[in-house]
């Protein structure tokens, strides 16, 4: 009877030790399965997000298609066309381009033949782009005109003074000896043909004999 209760205590000791183990080996089997599940998706979203890089340019450079309107998303492979074309034809190409796209195992055609907003989207990107490319010029012509009025001015130290320029707004930064140079140097840039406005960035150098 003793050695059937040794047994028996034995056996419970074990069942006992191993259920313990049980649940942490269980969740760490659970976290390694979720962060490979994690892992997955992320290699998922970027071989999508590559897919649809490839999908645009193929669009953009057909040159029978307006590619404006034309919006694109890939998910699990999977391509989505979506926004306006001119033509059922040009409806139907897009999605043969999408189906040609290497990696790309199914597309969903959403796009709709409506020519006016085709049109209308196509002449609103490249309005915003001629905009975009107009305000960056004028914006550099704008930084040489106030650099070139400080480095000819000679009561302003002009190679210390960095000018910045965005849609009109200048930003002074830098340092200079007084307050009045600083004061000069935004009446300067206020001056200049172009300036809407002045951020005065500049700050006044300590001399050593005022430390």
Not at 174 to 200: C, F, H, M, P, Y
């Amino acid at each position: 009877m003793r050695k059937k209760n040794l047994v028996s205590a034995a056996v419970a000791a074990s069942v006992v030790g191993f259920a313990s183990v049980l649940p942490n080996a269980y969740a760490e089997a659970v976290a390694d399965k979720t962060m490979e599940q994690r892992a997955d998706q992320a290699q998922s979203a970027i071989k999508d997000a590559w897919l649809d890089g490839k999908l645009e340019t193929a669009l953009l450079f057909n040159e029978h298609l307006n590619s404006f309107a034309i919006d694109t998303e890939v998910a699990n492979g999977v391509a989505y066309l979506s926004g306006s074309v001119e033509s059922d034809i040009d409806k139907d190409l897009a999605g043969e381009i999408a189906k040609s796209v290497d990696g790309i195992r199914k597309v969903e055609n959403k796009l709709s033949v409506d020519q006016a907003q085709a049109r209308a989207a196509r002449d609103n990107d490249m309005d915003d782009e001629r905009h975009g490319f107009k305000a960056s010029v004028l914006d550099a012509t704008l930084t040489a005109r106030v650099k070139t009025q400080l480095l000819v001015n000679g009561n302003t130290q002009g190679m210390a003074i960095d000018v910045d320029s965005d849609e009109g707004v200048v930003t002074l930064s830098g340092d200079v000896n007084s307050e009045q140079e600083k004061d000069l140097a935004e009446k300067i840039a206020a001056n200049t043909e172009g300036t809407r406005s002045v951020n005065n960035n500049l700050t006044i150098e300590q001399s050593e004999s005022a430390e």
